[in-house]
C-alpha cells in the first residue's frame, strides 16, 4: 500500500526557514516524480514545486523561486522541501504528492503539513 | 503559462441531481486534463486522467469528456459524499490547478 508520511511544518516568523520531509513507503521511489501543492487558508490548490525521478530537475512556482529548494534522497524514499526567508503569504497547508507516472495527475498524496508564518 | 478557469465557483444541488463543472485552458492541454476531488478533512483525491479516464476505484457516475481548450467534469447523480471542491489540473506544460468548484448542498 502507499504511504507518504510528512513531517516538519509548523509556526515560524517571516524570514524564518523551515524544512519538510515526506517519507515514502509502499511503491518503488526512485522511479516516480514528486512534488509539492500547498492550500493556502480559505484558498484552492496550488503547485508550488516538482523533482524528476532522479532529482537531476526541478521547478517551481515563481513565487518561491529563489527561496524554496525541492530534493529527494533515493536511498531513504523520502523528499524534501527546504523552505527560506518565508513570508506571511507562505502560510498554507502543504502536501507532498506521487505522480502516476511520466507527465502523469497526482494519484497519492500525503497527510499534509501545517506552515504558519507569523510574527 | 497556461491559466486554467473554472465555472462556476459555486454549484448548489440536491442530492440525485445532475451536475455539470468547466474547465476552460488558455491554450491547448490536448487530453492531459485532470480532474480531483477535496472534501473538507480529507486529501484531494484523483477522480479523471487524461480527460476521460475513471481513476481506479471510482465511481462510474463520474464522467470527463473534452479536449484541447475545454473540458467537463459530470456527475450524473449526485451522492451526498460527492459534495466537495472539484479542481481541475493541467500536465501538458505544468502542473498547474484551476480555482476550483465548489458543489454545495442546495
Known amino acids: 500500500e502507499v504511504h507518504l508520511m510528512q513531517t516538519g511544518g509548523g509556526l515560524v516568523q517571516p524570514g524564518g526557514s523551515l524544512r519538510l520531509s515526506c517519507g515514502a513507503s509502499g511503491f518503488t521511489f526512485s522511479t516516480y516524480g514528486m512534488a509539492w501543492v500547498r492550500q493556502a487558508p480559505g484558498q484552492g490548490l496550488e503547485w508550488v514545486s516538482a523533482i524528476t525521478t532522479s532529482g537531476d530537475y526541478t521547478w517551481y512556482i515563481d513565487s518561491v523561486k529563489g527561496r524554496f529548494t525541492i530534493s529527494r534522497d533515493n536511498s531513504k524514499n523520502t523528499l524534501y522541501l527546504q523552505m527560506n526567508s518565508l513570508r506571511v503569504e507562505d502560510t498554507a497547508i502543504y502536501y507532498c504528492?506521487?505522480?502516476?507516472?511520466?507527465?502523469?495527475?497526482?494519484?497519492?498524496w500525503g497527510q499534509g503539513t501545517l506552515v504558519t508564518v507569523s510574527s | 503559462e497556461i491559466v486554467l478557469t473554472q465555472s462556476p465557483a459555486t454549484l448548489s444541488l440536491s442530492p440525485g441531481e445532475r451536475a455539470t463543472l468547466s474547465c476552460r485552458a488558455s491554450q491547448s492541454v490536448s487530453s492531459n486534463l485532470a480532474w480531483y476531488q477535496h472534501r473538507p478533512g480529507h486529501l484531494p483525491r484523483l477522480l479523471i486522467f487524461?480527460?476521460?479516464n475513471r481513476a481506479p476505484g471510482i465511481p462510474a457516475r463520474f464522467r470527463g469528456s473534452g479536449s484541447g481548450t475545454d473540458f467537463t467534469l459530470t456527475i450524473s447523480s449526485l451522492e451526498p459524499e460527492d459534495f466537495a471542491v472539484y479542481y481541475c489540473q493541467q500536465r501538458a506544460t505544468g502542473w498547474n490547478f484551476g480555482q476550483g468548484t465548489k458543489v454545495e448542498v442546495k
Open positions: 504528492a506521487k505522480e502516476g507516472g511520466y507527465a502523469r495527475p497526482f494519484d497519492y
Open positions: 487524461d480527460a476521460s
